[in-house]
């Protein structure tokens, strides 16, 4: 059971790292591939949208062809991926090969949790996941200063190509420690995942054009995008296996949880990304120091996970997610005060009161969406959130991306226009979260914290 857990463990490091090791080296790459920085915002949104697209299928897949199977496949792609962005010679090629990882990594997360569950039971899944959770939280601290060293001393070809030798290392443990479990067979819902594709990209191939200043085809897009949504809306209302269930927006909290948390991550998903263009680009910062000024925010994140428990406890989620969201709107704002010469000690504290606070954010969220649910539709209320989670983080990536450029105008080459577009920026982004105060006072009244289960998910 242990090699399990490693297994298991294992999968989620690959996954988290690779969320959060391309920021630091964006300007790098964009360098190798002689295009702007923020041309590379399509190389972030693109994994994470085939993350939101390809999550629903995880447990159909599990149950039709066993968990072995589907896992080693997961990681097989995933791996492959990681060795397709390493060797692209075009944004094009880093693109495509992004999206090959996404498919991959979609699958790694729910079925690692559907496997401990299986393995260990109610009794002891708690300290399985907790465990094998562990290298997941390391993630987001390694992967900003892994890639910055990298890229700077080595080559940020490198930052993809270290998946390759765990990806193997995971198949061979694959063969030996991953149980076969497999579920109820029953028809896959193909034409309300096409649907929901085609609605998810059409929105996210919207918001990329806009960026581009191409308005009329980012119109078209957009429509699309909303037609193909409604259509599955209304075709999930009669479905019987719906790939993602609407009906679970009847319950007031899961409601309110996903609309704040949406709010919340249109507001703040982008921040790493156009915090490495500011300080790489605007302040002249190298490669391994910018990655080295997100390790507080990661660190202070870890931290708050040891007090998360009481806090929900002493004030309910009512009170908890009303201050915290108002502080996390506050402390957003406050990276617009600063310029090229704000002392690294500065952006350090602001970097760490910063985690602490959206630990808790990310954490009360992701709970309360459970809090008033029976445990037979668990899964489906974790295969939608995690769905809408990653769609809207590549929105949010698109959004803040779009801001910087409106704000830099032509100026691609000009460190200053780089500052003045992330204060500006970030600005315009800090007004989300204030939106997501207001939908959290929209709970009747605090719930009490049923203790939740802390999972990597907890920190995105």
């Known amino acids: 059971m242990r090699g399990l857990i490693w297994l298991v463990a294992a999968a989620f490091f690959m996954q988290t790292l690779d969320s959060t090791i391309v920021n630091t080296a964006v300007p790098s790459i964009a360098h190798a591939l002689t295009v702007p920085p923020i041309a590379l915002k399509t190389a972030l949104t693109s994994y994470v949208l085939t993350l939101a697209i390809c999550i629903p299928a995880s447990a159909w897949l599990s149950d039709r062809f066993g968990t072995r199977r589907v896992f080693a496949a997961s990681i097989l792609i995933f ?111 193909w034409i309300g995942f096409a649907l929901f594709a085609l609605a998810s990209g059409m929105l996210l191939t919207a918001a990329e054009t806009a960026g581009d200043d191409n308005y009329r085809n980012a119109g078209i897009a957009a429509l699309v995008g909303l037609v193909c949504a409604f259509a599955y809306w209304r075709y999930s209302r009669r479905a019987r296996h719906p790939v993602a269930d609407l009906t679970l927006l009847k319950v007031r909290s899961f409601t309110i949880a996903l609309g704040g948390g949406m709010c919340t991550r249109l507001g703040t998903a982008g921040l790493s990304f156009v915090l490495m263009l500011f300080l790489q680009v605007g302040c002249g910062w190298s490669p391994t120091a910018a990655g080295m000024i997100i390790v507080p925010q990661a660190i202070a994140m870890v931290l708050m996970k040891l007090l998360i428990d009481r806090i929900l406890k002493r004030y309910g989620y009512r009170r908890a997610l009303f201050v915290n969201t108002t502080l996390a ?69 698109a959004l803040s991306s779009w801001l910087f450029a409106l704000f830099l105008g032509n100026d691609h080459h000009d460190a200053v226009a780089y500052v003045h577009g992330f204060r500006f920026a970030v600005l315009v982004m800090a007004v989300l979260p204030l939106v997501a105060v207001y939908v959290f006072t929209r709970l009747r009244h605090d719930r009490p914290l049923r203790r939740p289960i802390t999972t990597p998910e907890t920190a995105a």
């Open 79 to 189: 791996t492959l991926g990681s060795l397709a962005c390493g060797v692209s010679q075009t944004l094009t090629q880093l693109v495509a090969a992004r999206v090959l990882q996404g498919i991959g990594g979609a699958l790694l997360m729910p079925i690692g949790r559907y496997v401990l569950v299986r393995a260990f039971g109610p009794k002891d899944f708690v300290a399985a996941m907790s465990t094998a959770g562990i290298p997941g939280l390391l993630g987001p601290v390694l992967g900003p200063l892994l890639g910055g060293v990298l890229s700077q001393y080595a080559s940020w070809r490198l930052i993809f190509l270290v998946n390759v030798p765990v990806g193997l290392i995971g198949l061979w443990l694959n063969r030996t420690q991953m149980p076969d479990f497999r579920g109820e067979r029953r028809p896959f819902d």
């Open 329 to 397: 709107t506050v402390l957003l704002a406050c990276f617009a005060l600063f310029n090229a010469t704000t002392p690294w000690w500065a952006i350090a504290l602001l970097m760490f009161a910063y985690g602490f606070v959206m630990s808790l954010q990310y954490t009360a969220m992701n709970t309360l969406a459970f809090v008033d649910l029976p445990p037979e539709r668990a899964a489906q209320a974790s295969s939608l959130s995690s769905a809408a989670q990653y769609l809207v983080i590549s929105f949010g990536i």
